[in-house]
């Protein structure tokens, strides 16, 4: 029962490097989810997507893009890393729409 | 535009009694969703309990339970029998098929003393 799976769980770039950061869920849902979650703050969302093929930005979307190539795969890329974008980033999906049920154990990203 | 709002930056509480957090919100949607999700040190953000705004009953999840309070846009979280593992960061969150996106409070973070 893996639920969603985030990887790296922990990852250190400099300014400008670009990396991408993996999604995945085995329950077949529709709907995943993109958030960043800053020190003392909730989860604001970056990037979502209701089904295979589409996806809407959220509340913070520059400076990152996403992909939704299959129903259990939603990847997160940083094209230019910036320091700004220093946060813990998770992963979720769900069942219906705009209710993230399952969360991943999310993604620690310091950028230098 | 729609706001959550958890005045409660900490809170704690005796095992096996009980506490309620607090969190006050506002939209003018009359359809819309609250959440509680409960993040512990391990980061991992969970699912604690859902509220359709729609429904009069209180939602109930075993210890959890929220009292609804639609005309004062109020939605507090009890938890009942406190136990160590309650230990964590709660966050209530909003949703509306409008806005299209999950508006998380500020969090309270609740200490459970042995």
């Known amino acids: 029962n893996a639920g969603v799976t985030q990887t790296p769980k922990f990852q250190v770039l400099k300014t400008g490097q670009s990396m991408t950061l993996q999604c995945a869920q085995d329950?077949?849902?529709?709907?995943m989810y993109w958030y960043r979650q800053d020190p003392g703050m909730g989860l604001r969302l970056i990037y979502y997507s209701a089904s295979e093929g589409t996806t809407d930005k959220g509340e913070v979307p520059n400076g990152y893009n996403v992909s939704r190539l299959n129903k259990r795969e939603f990847s997160l890329r940083l094209e230019s890393a910036a320091p700004s974008q220093t946060s813990v980033y998770f992963c979720?999906?769900?069942?219906?729409?705009?209710?993230?049920?399952?969360f991943g154990d999310g993604t620690r990203l310091s950028i230098l | 535009a729609q706001t959550v709002t958890q005045s409660q930056p900490e809170m704690s509480v005796q095992e096996a009694e009980t506490v309620t957090l607090s969190c006050t919100y506002d939209?003018?949607?009359?359809?819309?969703?609250l959440f509680w999700y409960k993040q512990p040190p391990s980061r991992q953000m969970i699912l604690v309990i859902r509220?359709?705004?729609?429904?009069?009953q209180n939602a109930t999840e075993n210890r959890f339970s929220v009292n609804f309070q639609k005309a004062a846009k109020s939605f507090s979280l009890k938890i009942s029998d406190s136990q160590l593992g309650d230990a964590a960061m709660y966050f209530c969150?909003?949703?509306?098929?409008?806005?299209?996106?999950?508006?998380f409070g500020q969090g309270t973070t609740l200490q459970v003393k042995p």
């Open positions: 509220q359709e705004a729609y429904k009069q």
């Open positions: 979720a999906s769900s069942e219906v729409r705009w209710q993230p049920q399952h």
């Open positions: 969150a909003y949703t509306d098929s409008n806005t299209g996106k999950l508006i």
């Open positions: 939209t003018s949607e009359s359809d819309y969703y």
């Open positions: 329950m077949n849902h529709n709907s």
